[in-house]
């Protein structure tokens, strides 16, 4: 409560002091909590008739997000992911280029995040959204073909690297936790085009005629670069208009359960 009521005075929002009451005055909730806390929450607000976005993943595990999409349709809710890059414009703009595509690689690395925590919750926490946008991108119905994964002696997550294909097209994803950088590109070859996207937003293209940098309009802030404000706004007119948002149903968990998949063939070895 202490720590609630500044910040609830400061944005003029109404004092909660718990699940339930806030459930109760709201028609709609974004969560943004602790993944292991996410089933107890979410499931909390559907069954109180409240609509929810929340933060991916949906579930600590593949079985409890399952449970959460099919306690949404049966209460007839809204149950949405914020798979945030999905409503990036520069990756919107990419998606529409793809028809001709023969290669999509998309990479998310980190300057020194080895640890502290275990394989799977690196996978499920950092690496799900390369395999989502990845495979968001290229239509989403790619098959894992092979992959690289490799851990340090603790058992924490180094190194990511896997290939898919989707008819025609090869899709790569890939992450270091080490690689002396932050830097997230993609990286799309297409019949005519080859075409870098750097950290949503850099557009980087050629086309047989020298390269062409597309400015990003100076009136955009980071968050919409990013795809968080489009992310929202999709969540509250999909309530508003009872529509499906884009990242519901077998789309909140297709990443997850490849994802998953990936996690168990690496311990099975």
Wanted: contains cysteine; aromatic residues 6%.
């Amino acid at each position: 409560r202490a720590k609630a009521l500044p910040i609830c005075d400061s944005w003029r929002i109404p004092y909660a002091d718990s699940l339930s009451s806030l459930a109760a005055s709201c028609d709609a909730v974004f969560v943004h909590s602790s993944t292991a806390s996410h089933f107890g929450v979410v499931s909390t607000l559907l069954n109180a008739g409240v609509h929810v976005c929340v933060d991916k993943p949906l579930a600590e595990n593949l079985r409890d997000a399952e449970r959460l999409v099919e306690l949404a349709a049966r209460k007839k809710l809204t149950l949405m992911v914020g798979f945030n890059r999905r409503f990036a414009p520069l990756y919107g703009e990419l998606k529409t280029q793809l028809a001709t595509a023969s290669s999509l690689r998309m990479d998310k690395h980190r300057t020194n995040s080895v640890g502290p925590h275990d394989l799977y919750f690196t996978l499920l926490d950092d690496y799900l959204h390369v395999v989502d946008t990845a495979l968001w991108l290229s239509g989403g119905n790619a098959t894992l073909e092979s992959g690289t994964l490799l851990t340090n002696e603790s058992g924490e997550m180094l190194f990511a690297e896997h290939h898919f294909s989707a008819g025609p097209l090869q899709i790569t994803t890939c992450m270091h936790r080490r690689a002396g950088s932050q830097r997230e590109t993609v990286q799309a070859v297409t019949d005519g085009a080859l075409i870098d996207i750097t950290d949503m937003r850099e557009w980087r293209e050629e086309r047989g005629q020298g390269v062409v940098h597309k400015p990003i309009p100076g009136w955009q802030s980071t968050l919409e670069q990013r795809g968080f404000v489009d992310c929202a706004r999709h969540f509250i007119e999909c309530v508003q208009n009872q529509t499906v948002p884009q990242t519901a149903g077998e789309q909140a968990v297709l990443a997850q359960r490849i994802v998953d998949k990936i996690w168990r063939d690496a311990m099975s070895e």
